[in-house]
C-alpha cells in the first residue's frame, strides 16, 4: 500500500512545487532524478508525483499554449516551425507569468503531444532542432534540402542542383512538394530572375506573434 506523505512532506512537496514552476534548472533535475529511478513523473500510473508537486498542471499547461502557437503560425509556416522560434513565442505568450521556459521544458511537452496523434514532434534538420504539427512526413530530400535553406533562410534551383548535385527535376519536384505542403515560400521578385524558395521554420526567428485567445 502506497503510503502518503504527512504534514512535514506535504510541506516539503508544497515548496518543491514552487520551485519546480519557477525554476527550469530544478525541473531538469528533478525529471534526471525521476529518470535514475526508472519513474515518469507525467505518466498517468505515476500521476500522484505530478498531482503533488503540480508538475503535470505545468507541462499541461504548456502543451496547450504549444499547440495554440502550431495552430497559430502554421498559415506562415505549413506546420514546421524552429524550436527556438517557438520557445520564443511561448515565452511572449506567458509574458505575464513569473515562470521561466527553457527548451528542455517545451521537448518534454512536445513529446507528451504525442498522443494526440495529429503529427506533433521534434526533428533534427542540420543544426536545428523543428517542430512539426502536421502528420505530413519529411524524407531525406526534403531534409536535406531544409539543411541548405539554413544558411540564408532560402534556396534556388540552381543552388540545390550545384550543391547537392541533384538532377533539376529531382530539385524542382522536391521543392515544389514542400511548397505545396505549405513549407516554403517563393520569391520571384529579383533581377536575376531566379525563383526562391524561402522557408520560414529556418529563416531568423520570425515577427509573428501568437496572442492569447
Given at each position: 500500500?502506497?503510503?502518503?506523505?504527512?504534514?512535514?512532506?506535504?510541506?516539503?512537496?508544497?515548496?518543491?512545487?514552487?520551485?519546480?514552476r519557477?525554476?527550469?534548472?530544478?525541473r531538469?533535475?528533478?525529471?534526471?532524478?525521476?529518470?535514475?529511478?526508472g519513474?515518469?513523473?507525467l505518466?498517468?500510473?505515476?500521476g500522484?508525483?505530478a498531482?503533488?508537486?503540480?508538475?503535470?498542471d505545468f507541462?499541461?499547461?504548456?502543451?496547450?499554449?504549444?499547440v495554440?502557437?502550431?495552430?497559430g503560425?502554421?498559415?506562415?509556416?505549413?506546420?514546421?516551425?524552429?524550436?527556438q522560434?517557438?520557445?520564443t513565442l511561448?515565452?511572449?505568450?506567458?509574458k505575464?507569468?513569473?515562470?521561466a521556459?527553457?527548451e528542455?521544458d517545451c521537448l518534454?511537452a512536445i513529446s507528451?503531444?504525442?498522443?494526440?496523434g495529429?503529427g506533433?514532434?521534434?526533428?533534427?534538420?542540420g543544426k536545428?532542432?523543428?517542430?512539426?504539427?502536421?502528420?505530413?512526413?519529411?524524407?531525406?530530400?526534403?531534409?536535406?534540402?531544409?539543411?541548405l535553406?539554413?544558411?540564408?533562410?532560402?534556396v534556388?534551383?540552381?543552388?540545390?542542383?550545384?550543391?547537392l548535385s541533384?538532377?533539376?527535376?529531382?530539385?524542382?519536384?522536391?521543392l515544389?512538394?514542400?511548397?505545396?505542403?505549405?513549407?516554403?515560400?517563393?520569391d520571384?521578385?529579383h533581377?536575376?530572375g531566379?525563383?526562391?524558395y524561402?522557408?520560414p521554420?529556418?529563416?531568423?526567428?520570425?515577427?509573428?506573434?501568437?496572442t492569447d485567445?
Amino acid at each position: 500500500m502506497r503510503r502518503r506523505p504527512g504534514i512535514a512532506g506535504l510541506q516539503g512537496a508544497a515548496a518543491a512545487r514552487n520551485d519546480i514552476r519557477k525554476n527550469p534548472a530544478f525541473r531538469s533535475q528533478f525529471h534526471e532524478m525521476c529518470a535514475k529511478v526508472g519513474v515518469d513523473p507525467l505518466a498517468s500510473n505515476k500521476g500522484f508525483w505530478a498531482e503533488l508537486l503540480g508538475i503535470g498542471d505545468f507541462y499541461y499547461e504548456l502543451g496547450v499554449q504549444i499547440v495554440e502557437i502550431c495552430l497559430g503560425t502554421r498559415p506562415h509556416n505549413g506546420g514546421l516551425i524552429n524550436l527556438q522560434e517557438l520557445c520564443t513565442l511561448l515565452r511572449h505568450k506567458r509574458k505575464t507569468s513569473r515562470e521561466a521556459v527553457s527548451e528542455d521544458d517545451c521537448l518534454r511537452a512536445i513529446s507528451k503531444l504525442k498522443v494526440l496523434g495529429s503529427g506533433f514532434e521534434v526533428i533534427s534538420v542540420g543544426k536545428k532542432k523543428l517542430v512539426r504539427s502536421v502528420p505530413t512526413e519529411l524524407n531525406k530530400d526534403h531534409n536535406e534540402i531544409i539543411e541548405l535553406a539554413q544558411g540564408q533562410g532560402y534556396v534556388t534551383v540552381d543552388e540545390v542542383e550545384r550543391r547537392l548535385s541533384w538532377t533539376s527535376g529531382r530539385a524542382i519536384d522536391t521543392l515544389e512538394t514542400l511548397l505545396d505542403e505549405g513549407f516554403a515560400m517563393i520569391d520571384d521578385g529579383h533581377r536575376d530572375g531566379k525563383r526562391r524558395y524561402w522557408f520560414p521554420c529556418v529563416s531568423s526567428i520570425s515577427s509573428t506573434v501568437v496572442t492569447d485567445a
